[in-house]
């Protein structure tokens, strides 16, 4: 942190600045992104040693308070959110396609991810509060609702969003 990324947040604020928009991926978190793999901290929060670095969330914890310190290491290390949840659907719940198309990308570092909850009308936060519905029509979902924030719908490498919503299970 105070060798590499500490020094690197301010080059990151100028590379955004320059670029006149906050939606931009800055060049300096490719560099820290490739130092960090280097380093073998990289995927720090997948509890799967094949996948990540095999740590507990105790273990994580730690790690995930001095990440919080700055704006971009987590990133750096390749554990920001909402990509550490969506890890933890596709590697628990993803079917094969799924990971190879989702996954793998997402642990690589090649692409980010979104996630879609926040509801204008409900306390959202708590997911029981949900409205938008998900309903099945042949080999198709529909979703029927409106989501009010999705957390890195705007980072450029975002390819992949995930969506909390709710179905009748009758």
Same mark, same amino acid.
């Given at each position: 942190?105070?060798?590499r990324?500490?020094?690197?947040?301010v080059?990151?604020?100028e590379?955004v600045?320059?670029?006149? &928009? #906050?939606h931009v $991926?800055a #060049?300096?978190?490719e *560099?820290?992104k490739a130092?960090?793999? %280097?380093?073998?901290?990289?995927?720090l929060?997948?509890?799967? *040693?094949e996948?990540? %670095?095999g740590? +507990?969330?105790?273990d994580?914890a #730690?790690?995930?308070e001095? $990440?919080g310190? !700055?704006r971009i290491?987590s990133?750096a290390? @390749?554990?920001?959110?909402?990509? !550490?949840? +969506?890890?933890r659907?596709?590697?628990?719940f993803g079917?094969e396609?799924q990971?190879?198309?989702w996954?793998?990308?997402l642990?690589?570092g090649?692409?980010r991810?979104?996630?879609?909850? +926040?509801e204008?009308?409900? %306390?959202?936060?708590?997911a +029981?509060?949900i409205?938008?519905?998900i *309903?099945?029509?042949?080999d198709?979902y529909?979703l029927n609702g409106?989501?009010?924030w !999705? &957390? @890195?719908?705007?980072? #450029?490498?975002c390819?992949?969003?995930?969506?909390?919503?709710?179905r009748d299970?009758?």
């Open positions: 942190m105070d060798e990324v500490y020094p690197a947040e080059v990151w604020l590379q600045r320059a670029a006149g &928009t #906050p $991926h #060049p300096v978190v *560099e820290l130092e960090a793999k %280097a380093r073998g901290l990289w995927n929060f997948l509890p799967d *040693e996948h990540g %670095a740590l +507990t969330n105790c994580y #730690p790690l995930a001095d $990440h310190r !700055t290491a990133e290390c @390749n554990c920001s959110a909402p990509d !550490t949840g +969506t890890w659907l596709l590697h628990q079917s396609e990971k190879r198309q996954l793998e990308p642990l690589e090649e692409i991810s979104s996630f879609a909850m +926040t204008p009308d409900v %306390a959202s936060s708590d +029981t509060n409205g938008l519905r *309903e099945r029509d042949g198709s529909v409106r989501k009010w !999705t &957390t @890195n719908i705007y980072h #450029p490498n390819r992949i969003l995930i969506v909390m919503g709710k299970c009758a």
